[in-house]
């Protein structure tokens, strides 16, 4: 099958007004990737070498997302809405290229995987001239019936044409279809729009090759792989059919997970074997997971890389940029932007770092800040290997801290620090003997003030 080639045509021309969004139905993400993006990889992971986008409403929207996915796609503009064989012959040009095999999809069906769209393309590669995606259902009822006689399709039937006897078929159309590249154009050419929307469906060609005596088959897939998403209770729903998809195939490759449905995974995130990950964490895009690491409840990561060993909260927000290396860790209610953590580095409590690195075996106090924004631009922290920083302290930057060297708790640090020196950034401390019981009996004064006051205001309304 892989020198057979294959042009995949993607129908993305829908306005999708049940979805009640300003955005092009299609490009409504599922784990952060628009839905028509899902549908061209699960394409070119089948095998095709070819992919061509009809798009619609938001045509430039959609033309210019589906381009950012995959370079080399083509789009054709579908400029009225006549049916969805209407909609594949605007890839009329494509098509008459002369490929071996042509996909048809959906760019609202995110959840279609290769393995589906692999054995399509197996029943043309057997002969078939047009192989149809169906589904088996205990609840038929709203879906077309595919209509087989000695294990080939004559016909799919819609609920409102179908017999008493056809009604009872739980074998549904799933919309998705393979057509031998050779009988494409002719299949399509003959379809016809005398019914009662005066729109040509593509399902007629199904009717048409059998007809012509060309063999028609029906290839079975889960219901998901045809899922169709209309609104964004569906979206949810599709969501979540493909986290657990993700979870499962994570789990299956070692990555442990105590409560899976709670963790949610980018459509990119990577994680390696022997990860454990605690509940309620979540993955946004762009991040890597090393073999070895632990991911404890309640983190936020993001566009970061996690190295073997390394630790990552609880309560912990890694952001864009952020890289932790091997044994480091990133405590409870840390969070890290644009910053490396060396080797068995430690940020373990409530402290920011931002636009820094942190040397090997450093340790950063609770508390610690990287000023990295002076609200125009933003400046880096070189924090050196071993370097002990204080809890509370707040470095300034640019600034540059040296080699095994000791900021003081409480301190302010403008200036370099040298490797192994000790830096105190505090203000001078004063004792005032016996002022205690004074300022408070300020302050209980000020504080009886306010609240006869408060009685003494008239009441609202008066």
């Not at 028509?36 to 210019?64: E, N, P, T």
């Not at 979870?247 to 990555?255: A, N, P, T």
């Not at 890694?318 to 480091?328: K, T």
Request: net charge neutral.
């Amino acid at each position: 099958m892989s020198e057979r080639t294959c042009l995949s045509i993607i129908l993305a021309a829908g306005e999708g007004t049940r979805m009640r969004s300003a955005l092009p139905k299609v490009l409504h993400p599922i784990a952060g990737l628009p839905m028509v993006a899902h549908v061209l990889k699960a394409a070119r992971s089948a095998g095709s070498g070819q992919l061509a986008v009809v798009v619609g409403h938001g045509a430039d929207k959609v033309a210019d997302e589906v381009k950012r996915a995959s370079g080399d796609v083509e789009t054709f503009v579908q400029a009225e809405r006549l049916g969805t064989a209407h909609a594949v012959l605007a890839a009329r040009e494509a098509i008459a290229r002369g490929f071996d095999e042509i996909l048809v999809m959906f760019g609202d069906t995110p959840l279609i995987e290769a393995d589906a769209l692999a054995r399509a393309r197996d029943g043309l590669a057997d002969g078939a001239a047009v192989v149809v995606m169906g589904f088996r259902t205990d609840n038929p009822t709203g879906y077309g019936r595919l209509i087989e006689k000695n294990g080939h399709l004559t016909d799919i039937r819609e609920e409102r044409d179908c017999s008493d006897k056809e009604r009872r078929i739980t074998f549904c159309n799933g919309g998705l279809m393979a057509i031998d590249g050779r009988q494409a154009l002719a299949l399509l050419d003959a379809v016809g729009n005398d019914n009662a929307k005066g729109e040509f469906y593509l399902t007629d060609i199904v009717g048409i090759a059998h007809r012509q005596g060309l063999r028609v088959v029906a290839t079975e897939v889960a219901f998901e792989n045809v899922l169709g998403i209309n609104n964004r209770a569906e979206l949810a729903e599709a969501e979540a059919i493909w986290q657990a998809r993700r979870r499962r195939k994570l789990m299956l490759e070692g990555v442990a997970m105590a409560a899976p449905e709670t963790v949610f995974l980018s459509h990119d995130t990577e994680i390696g074997p022997d990860t454990t990950i605690e509940p309620q964490v979540i993955f946004g895009p762009g991040v890597r997971v090393a073999g070895g690491a632990r991911i404890r409840g309640f983190s936020h990561i993001e566009g970061a890389t996690v190295a073997s060993g390394a630790e990552v909260g609880p309560f912990a927000r890694l952001r864009p940029g952020a890289e932790l290396a091997e044994g480091s860790k990133v405590g409870n209610f840390c969070e890290v932007k644009a910053a490396d953590i060396g080797p068995g580095a430690k940020v373990n409590h409530l402290t920011y770092i931002g636009d820094a690195t942190i040397g090997a075996e450093a340790n950063i106090g609770a508390g610690t800040i990287t000023c990295n924004y002076n609200g125009y631009t933003k400046d880096r922290t070189e924090i050196g290997r071993g370097t002990f920083v204080g809890s509370n302290s707040s470095l300034v930057a640019p600034v540059s801290i040296g080699d095994n060297a000791y900021i003081a708790s409480g301190s302010v640090i403008v200036a370099d620090v040298p490797a192994d020196a000790l830096a105190f950034g505090r203000a001078k401390q004063e004792v005032k003997e016996g002022r205690a019981p004074m300022l408070r009996e300020r302050y209980r004064q000020e504080k009886e003030r306010r609240l006869a006051a408060k009685r003494s205001a008239p009441a609202s309304g008066e």
